[in-house]
């Protein structure tokens, strides 16, 4: 593990496993650095930051390693500053750009995880179908309102599709904006999303084929289901064979300032 303390903290099992590993987050800010923090605690030796957003004043109160100093700072920068400050042996790498056609294959089948902490629900179809195609395996996380979700996208598993087969038109769901996002909520979504990766990097996950389990987190009751998910027939998500085009509606804005 990284850090000062490391002799003071039991070693988690297989941690030689993870400190091998390489991690990929798309997005960081308010999935994506509680996901890389918990990552990094465990002992994952590098992790690539990819957002080509950049630091919001309204980022501070819950994106945890950007500062009042960062503000204008492209985000992967800024949150790879942080995990150095905190981890120093952690190797961390900033792209600022969007993960998108142009680079997303390249990108996956450089490391052994995937985080999808991006806001778009287009995006996160997109990154899912590329997982499909690369065999590399993508951890989906959203937040709306007071309700988290998490589910780990493996190879031959269920896809976002088979979840959700398409998805919904541009004004069908309300934005971050519209409908409001606990910042707490998304830290904890961001921290499950690093366990079901370290899971799978640890050798301790035992996948059912064509089978996927989807963690749905209830903010107001402070209580979990889990949702069994089954490879549907036919899913045009799960039959992939080159990279999807990047849809236009990811390439606007994002609504809520993560």
Known sequence: MHGHD?????????????EGARVLL????????????????AGVGH??????????????PRQLWHRTQDVGRNKAESAAAGLARAFLTLSTEALPERVDAGNAEALFRAHDAVIDATDGVATKFFLSDVAVLTGV?????GVLRMQGQAMRVDPRGPCLRCLYEAPPPPDAVPTCAQAG?????AGLVGAV????????LSGAAR?????????????????????RVERAPDCPGCQVTAVPAFPEAAREVESCPR
Do not use: F, K, M, W
Not at 181 to 185: F, P
């Open 207 to 227: 996948p059912a084929p064509g089978e996927a389990t989807l963690h749905v987190l209830d903010g107001v009751s402070l209580l979990g289901r889990r949702v």
């Open 137 to 141: 395996p993508l951890v989906y996380g």
């Open 47 to 60: 992790l690539t930051l990819a957002d080509p957003d950049r630091v919001d004043v309204t980022n501070l």
């Open 181 to 185: 996002v606990l910042g707490s909520l």
């Open 6 to 18: 490391t002799d003071h903290h039991p070693r988690i099992p297989h941690a030689s496993r993870l």
């Open 193 to 200: 999303q690093a366990l079901l990766a370290l899971e799978l």
């Open 26 to 41: 798309v997005g960081a800010g308010g999935l994506g650095c509680p996901a890389s923090l918990a990552l990094a605690q």
